[in-house]
């Protein structure tokens, strides 16, 4: 890169930071190149010799061997990097030796072994997790979950009105051509990506799966309404297992169940609104699901709602272009499931544009609320929104109120439960329905311990007591519990 002196200058009016190193002199060179593997890792950065923390320049002898060994440490990087090496005199027999790279797609990079990555001023060691993400940002599009071919997937397990439903919205909002309009799945599949040489893919699935019949545990959606500010008290808890669009649905209807609304006349019509808006929420729960590390099989996508906030998060990581302290300014659009990202994209549900982030930002701007603040850590990325209509009174008189009535509720099942003559397994098929709302007999027969006949003939009994009803046909509808 052929740096003068003028230009190491400049170097010694700052102190270190994220993306520069000042060492000694060479005999500092393995800690040298940890940092400039942390470079590689990150934006990129420089690493000069012969010059102090504070910038203070001092120049070091540069011999053949000091270059060979330069040289060498270079060999040790895994993929081997692009590395400008520079030697600048000083005017004295003494040089500055400047060792630069640039941002690039083959990180993560390796030195000796082991992956480095940069905390402000300070160079660590990688973790794993995080060296598994980079690596599999790497290997895309071939490496991704989602368009990865699963054999035991069959087009039966899909849901096929969602399927065409998402093609007709597409075509209609000419998101898709008019040509993909058809009525035959497999042909929707294929020309959406979600199936190729007769085989599903696994965002087939995540998109359209119907019913719980496979075991996908990552498709799981917990919802949780606390009391106060803490996860000490929950006074409801949700989870639901099913595809994405169906996760939407009961997101959003727990937030109009828990989220106060207030009403404003417009003309003939009355419109209710959310103390935090509806389209912040929803713009929330699809970035969650569309950017869902969906290979890591443990955690979940949530909700949380609290009474001064409401957090929304997923199992991942924001990429590190983008600038999570700064929410207006990210306006990239970086989707980590792209293939997930179009299903709700042509249902006119994400923008390919980045502006799920401007927009959450806007309307929470416009409802008079603060800006909603994205938290990424190694394994999790929250979105917080404040609530206006919270008080620390309000919040402890609910607390209290809300202890009284979960045992109220309690003394009320146990009543329930009294009268209606539930037995064991009459319970037990209760609770999996709670838990599981689409699952099937079949299902039912094995999670219980018992044949097929014996179930439907407790479902009957359950069904004529009015304790639990059957939700839309029996191939695509769902178990409602009323109790």
């Not at 060479?26 to 470079?39: I, S, V």
């Amino acid at each position: 890169m052929n740096f003068g002196i003028d230009y190491i200058r400049q170097f010694s009016t700052h102190t270190e930071t994220d993306s520069v190193e000042f060492k000694r002199s060479t005999g500092q060179l393995e800690r040298g190149m940890e940092t400039l593997c942390a470079f590689l890792n990150g934006e990129g950065g420089y690493v000069l010799f012969g010059m102090e923390d504070e910038g203070t320049i001092f120049g070091q002898q540069v011999a053949d061997t000091t270059k060979r060994q330069i040289a060498e440490c270079i060999r040790q990087f895994e993929p081997f990097p692009l590395v400008d090496v520079d030697y600048v005199p000083l005017g004295n027999g003494l040089y500055v030796v400047v060792l630069s790279v640039v941002n690039n797609r083959e990180k993560p990079y390796i030195y000796k072994g082991r992956a480095y990555t940069r905390v402000e001023s300070t160079t660590v060691a990688m973790s794993q997790h995080q060296y598994e993400t980079m690596l599999f940002y790497r290997n895309q599009p071939l490496g991704r979950w989602e368009t990865q071919l699963n054999a035991n997937l069959k087009v039966s397990d899909l849901d096929e009105e969602e399927i065409l439903r998402t093609v007709r919205v597409g075509v209609e909002k000419g998101r898709l051509p008019e040509i993909a309009y058809t009525n035959n799945i497999e042909d929707a599949l294929c020309r959406m990506n979600l199936m190729r040489d007769g085989q599903l893919t696994n965002a087939a699935f995540v998109l359209y799966a119907n019913g719980a019949n496979i075991d996908y545990p990552q498709c799981l959606l917990r919802m949780a309404r606390f009391v106060g500010t803490t996860t000490d008290i929950f006074i409801d808890e949700r989870r639901v297992e099913g595809n994405a669009f169906r996760m939407l649905d009961e997101a959003m209807q727990f937030c109009f169940k828990h989220l106060s609304l207030s009403g404003e006349v417009k003309g003939l019509i009355r419109e209710e609104r959310l103390s935090i808006p509806y389209k912040a929420l929803r713009e929330a729960v699809v970035n969650a699901l569309c950017h869902r590390e969906y290979q890591t099989i443990g955690g979940s996508v949530g909700l949380a709602i609290f009474d001064d906030r409401v957090e929304v998060s997923n199992i991942g990581h924001i990429p590190d272009r983008l600038d999570v302290s700064n929410p207006q300014e990210m306006t990239l659009s970086i989707p980590y499931n792209p293939l997930i990202a179009k299903g709700f994209y042509y249902r006119q549900m994400f923008e390919n544009w980045g502006r799920g982030i401007r927009l959450m930002v806007d309307e929470c701007k416009d409802a008079g609320l603060q800006t909603p603040v994205f938290i990424s850590s190694e394994y999790q990325v929250t979105a917080i929104f404040h609530r206006n209509d919270y008080s620390e009174d309000k919040s402890k008189l609910s607390k209290n109120q809300s202890v009284k009535d979960t045992v109220k509720d309690t003394i009320k099942d146990t009543v329930k439960d009294i009268i209606l003559n539930v037995n064991d397994r009459q319970m037990s098929i209760i609770e999996i329905m709670k838990e599981q709302p689409s699952v099937s007999a079949e299902d039912l027969a094995l999670k219980v311990g018992i044949n097929i006949r014996n179930v439907k003939r407790n479902l009957a009994k359950l069904k004529q007591d009015g304790i639990i009803e059957r939700v839309g046909s029996d191939k695509n509808g769902y178990w409602k519990v009323n109790i």
